[in-house]
């Protein structure tokens, strides 16, 4: 095993992306959540810091060998694939949308730990949590408020 130090410069600049990233993509989920779109609240951020994540992982191996880069495509697909199985359709109503996208970050956690980059498996983990946990209480509270 290499020896492990942590960049603290490194940690808070690639805290700062993901946030970052998460941050922007919430008002367009709300959007899509107040319009009663299919896609929505816990998609949309989750998606977008989930894809900053793996930027960030395939940045910190770029001046690698090519074998890294294609390995990691491949998980992408795989985990596209798997996540497309979780989404469910039934007349008009979508759902397991966030689950996809809960999987294709659990995804990037994996590929992040592998490279050593534990700050971004970290956020990604933490984000997740947040967003399946609290916004599912609010999204419910948004269907309740609708129909009433």
């Known amino acids: 095993m290499e020896n ?3 960049e603290w410069q490194l940690v808070y600049d690639h805290s700062l992306h993901l946030v970052f990233a998460y941050l922007l993509a919430l ?11 299919n896609f929505g609240l816990r998609t949309f951020p989750l998606v977008a810091v989930v894809t900053c994540g793996y930027m960030l992982v395939g940045i910190s191996v770029i001046d690698s060998t090519g074998g890294e880069a294609r390995v990691i495509q491949g998980i992408l697909t795989g985990i596209g694939f798997i996540g497309g199985g979780a989404i469910l359709t039934d007349r008009d109503k979508v759902s397991g949308t966030a689950s996809a996208a809960s999987i ?18 970290v956020m990604l983990s933490f984000l997740n949590v947040i967003t399946l946990f609290f916004f599912s209480k609010l999204k419910d509270e948004m269907r309740s408020d609708e129909n009433t």
């Open 27 to 37: 008002p367009i989920g709300w959007d899509r959540e107040r319009s009663s779109r």
């Open 104 to 121: 294709w970050n659990t995804g990037a956690i994996g590929v992040a730990v592998v490279v050593n980059r534990y700050e971004i498996a």
């Open 4 to 6: 492990f130090q942590i």
